[in-house]
Every structure is written in C-alpha cells, then in structure tokens.
C-alpha cells in the first residue's frame, strides 16, 4: 500500500492554501508550514 505526503509552505493562504485543501481531498497527508502560526493553524483545523 503506499501512502503519499504532500509537504506544502505558504499554506496559510493563497496557492499554498488552495493546495493543501486539493491535496488533502485527494487522501493525501498533508504536512503545512507558513510563518504565521496562527494561521497555520485555522487551516490545520479544517
């Protein structure tokens, strides 16, 4: 079985967000980095 993971920066917003939200949808896990931890986090919840 493989297990793909997507490692997205800027994930907090714009591209990287659209991104992470695709990847994820797609089964993937998805590890995110940004620099606003904050609002890393918002999009970690979703």
Do not use: Q
């Not at 490692?7 to 990847?23: D, M, Q, W």
């Amino acid at each position: 079985m493989s297990e793909y993971v997507a490692l997205i920066t800027g994930a907090a917003s714009g591209i990287g967000l659209a991104c992470a939200e695709r990847f994820a949808a797609d089964g993937y896990r998805v590890v995110l980095v940004d620099l606003p931890g904050s609002a890393g986090e918002a999009v970690a919840e979703r």
